[in-house]
Structure formats: C-alpha cells, structure tokens
C-alpha cells in the first residue's frame, strides 16, 4: 500500500483540520442531491465517511484513506491509497483544499512518499553481504592449507624425534626404523592430499 506523509507548518492546525473535514462531509452530503452524470465516477455518497475532533481527523474513500492531526504548529496529513492512482488522487484533493482554505497565509502541501525512503540501499546492503561471502572463501582456504602445513611439520617434529631414540637404543633393529619412516612418508602424503583438497573446495566457491 503506498503511503505519503505532508506536514503543513500553520500556526492554526485545529483550525484548518476541522474546517477541512466538515467542507468533505458536506461534500459527501451533497453528492446525493446532485444528478448521476454531474457525481465523480465510480463514487456514491454512502462511500465518503469522515469523523474529526479538534486535534484528530479520518477522511475514508473508496480508493484510500487520510488521518489528519493536528500538533501545536503544523497539520500532518498521512495518506494511505490502495494503489498509485488512489495515492495520488488523494494528494491531490487534500491539497488543493488545504491549500485554498490557507491560501492567505500561503499554506503548502508538499508530499513525501515514505516507501521510496525506505526502500533506498537496501540493494546496496544485499550487495556488499555477497562481497564479503565471495572473499571470505578463499581466505578460509589459505588458512585451512596452512593449518595442513603446519600440522605436517609438527609429526614430522614427532617422528624425528622417536626415530632419533630407536637409533640410541641398543635393542631396536633395523626393520623398526624402517617402520617409524614408513608411518612418517604415509602420513605426510595423507595431510598434502588434504591439503590439496581444502584448496580445490575453497576455489570451487569462489568460482
């Protein structure tokens, strides 16, 4: 539903607001009495409901709607139309009797459409979260591959070290050294094909 908002600078707000909503219930009053051919199209008497107090007015039309209120210097029309048409024709018969009523104090009605306000950046915002996924991406697979790295050269610190006490120790053979080389050239293979893997996933999202 579209919304537009005007805020009348007057230092007679009460004022203006009940005069304009009774000049509209009598409007609607003598729709009756007019011929069918001399009505607004598609309007019927019955269908212009208006209810006002000193500070508080409600105009109800068949294509929208309009609260006026009235603060200690200035009226804030507020107008809810069931479409761009009905905004619009709202706007435009609001304003052209405000603004003839106050026409010796230069009264002016000028509309701001709250939707395009609340509407703005955020394209821009859905914009810059997709940039921040598409770098992130790849730096966790630069760290994911360092962690690999690491960790390699860790067991490999582990190793050597027990493979240095198997060749002090007088009872150990040769086939046990042999054995902790094994385990040390298997598990170096292992984390490089991690490591390769990790860096192939994080290219495939970045892709």
Known sequence: MPIAEARVETDRPSRYLVQLC???????????????????????????????????????????????????????????????????????????????????????????????????????????????????????????SAGVAILALAIIAVHLGLAEAVLSGPRWTDWAVGAVLAVVVVKIAALTALGRHAHRRGRRRTG
Not at 60 to 70: D, E, N, S, Y
């Open 22 to 144: 009774k000049h509209l219930s009598n409007k609607g009053r003598h729709l009756g009495h007019r011929p069918p051919g001399h009505r607004p199209p598609g309007l019927r008497p019955d269908q212009i409901h208006v209810e006002w107090s000193d500070t508080q007015g409600v105009l109800t039309l068949p294509w929208g709607r309009c609260t006026l209120h009235a603060e200690r210097d200035a009226l804030v029309l507020r107008a809810e139309g069931d479409d761009e048409q009905g905004l619009r024709r709202l706007q435009e018969l609001m304003a052209t009797h405000l603004e003839r009523f106050g026409r010796r104090e230069g009264l002016q009605v000028n509309w701001q459409d709250e939707q395009a306000g609340q509407g703005a950046g955020a394209p821009a915002a859905r914009h810059e979260d997709s940039g921040d996924a598409r770098t992130s991406s790849p730096r966790r697979g630069h760290l994911a």
